[in-house]
């Protein structure tokens, strides 16, 4: 990718968000959330320690974070808080909204494209799914927005990751 995106990571908690964080923030900037501030702190500081170059930086608002970012990715907790999701809806107007999900989140697994769009109107949808081997280096794509998808594979696959598209 030719130019940076700043990257909203919201629900850091979780395993392949910390690592999708991790990645990411080699390159380009990225805003960690997380309601558990420990967790935060970890993450921030793991992330600093591993790359010092790193723009990374915590946010104590989900909205503040979705805000600045280009692009907002949900873990799969975040994904399933609707008063997180009703509160970044507003700013997310016109950015991609990444939806990580994963063997274990039974509320967001199949076909919940529509779901996600409607959520998010005037956003561009993208899932992210799991492969099915252990990893957590693989993803597969779908989306409405072509474009949205290209984007986000040409970005997983430029920091090192393995992806495709549905």
């Given at each position: 990718?030719?130019?940076?995106?700043?990257?909203?990571?919201?629900?850091?908690s979780?395993?392949?968000?910390?690592f999708?964080a991790?990645?990411?923030?080699?390159?380009?900037?990225?805003?960690?959330?997380?309601?558990?501030?420990?967790?935060?702190?970890?993450?921030y500081?793991?992330?600093?320690?591993?790359?010092?170059n790193?723009?990374?930086?915590?946010?104590?608002?989900?909205?503040?974070?979705?805000?600045?970012?280009?692009?907002?990715i949900?873990?799969?907790?975040?994904?399933?808080?609707?008063?997180?999701?009703?509160?970044?809806?507003?700013?997310?107007?016109?950015?991609?909204?990444i939806?990580?999900?994963?063997?274990?989140?039974?509320?967001?697994?199949?076909?919940?494209?529509?779901?996600?769009?409607?959520?998010?109107?005037?956003?561009?949808?993208?899932?992210?799914?799991?492969?099915?081997?252990?990893?957590?280096?693989?993803?597969?794509?779908?989306?409405?927005?072509?474009?949205?998808?290209?984007?986000?594979l040409?970005?997983?696959?430029?920091?090192?990751?393995?992806?495709?598209?549905?």
């Amino acid at each position: 990718m030719s130019n940076r995106r700043t990257f909203a990571v919201l629900g850091v908690s979780e395993i392949n968000s910390i690592f999708l964080a991790k990645q990411i923030a080699k390159t380009n900037p990225v805003l960690l959330f997380d309601r558990d501030v420990v967790v935060l702190n970890i993450v921030y500081s793991q992330i600093l320690s591993e790359y010092p170059n790193a723009n990374a930086e915590m946010m104590i608002c989900p909205t503040n974070a979705s805000w600045e970012a280009d692009v907002i990715i949900l873990s799969n907790a975040t994904a399933s808080d609707s008063n997180l999701i009703e509160k970044i809806r507003n700013v997310a107007t016109g950015k991609i909204v990444i939806f990580l999900e994963n063997k274990k989140n039974t509320n967001t697994s199949g076909n919940s494209a529509e779901k996600w769009q409607d959520l998010f109107p005037y956003s561009k949808v993208v899932q992210s799914f799991e492969s099915a081997d252990e990893s957590n280096d693989s993803f597969f794509l779908n989306g409405n927005d072509k474009q949205a998808v290209k984007t986000i594979l040409t970005l997983l696959t430029s920091i090192g990751l393995k992806a495709d598209i549905l």
